[in-house]
């Protein structure tokens, strides 16, 4: 079992930064490759960036490229998601997810699937307003 927690969402104007931050516990979490995803209101949870549990490889969204950052220290099995020139279109509950399968794929098909992932934190609020 792998328990997540996030932490660091907020109310923020556009083009201001947040960091998300995803406290990992459990025998297996340092061994899990480890994403965020985010969900407005209405809609579909959606992939937002992913990292091997190495921290070696990570893969983002095209929509947030270049704006946020994830990375992972595992001696706090703690994952990071550092989001700048926010703007309103990111607006939603993002959710910390893990699973430890991932450490057998190196190919981002798997890193971006909702599906592929066992365990999810409870989320965190972003509002960006304009």
């Known amino acids: 079992q792998v328990q997540l927690v996030e932490s660091g969402g907020g109310l923020v104007q556009a083009g201001g930064s947040l960091r998300l931050s995803c406290a990992a516990s459990?025998?297996?979490?340092?061994?899990?490759?480890m994403g965020w995803f985010r969900q407005a209101p209405g809609k579909e949870r959606f992939f937002v960036a992913a990292i091997t549990w190495s921290g070696g490889t990570t893969y983002y969204a095209d929509s947030v490229k270049g704006r946020f950052t994830i990375s992972r220290d595992n001696a706090k099995n703690t994952v990071y998601l550092q989001m700048n020139s926010l703007q309103p279109e990111d607006t939603a509950v993002y959710y910390c997810a893990a699973d430890p399968s991932l450490a057998f794929y190196s190919n981002s098909y798997y890193y971006t699937r909702v599906a592929q992932y066992s365990y999810w934190g409870q989320g965190t609020q972003v509002t960006v307003s304009s």
């Open positions: 459990g025998r297996t979490a340092s061994n899990c490759g």
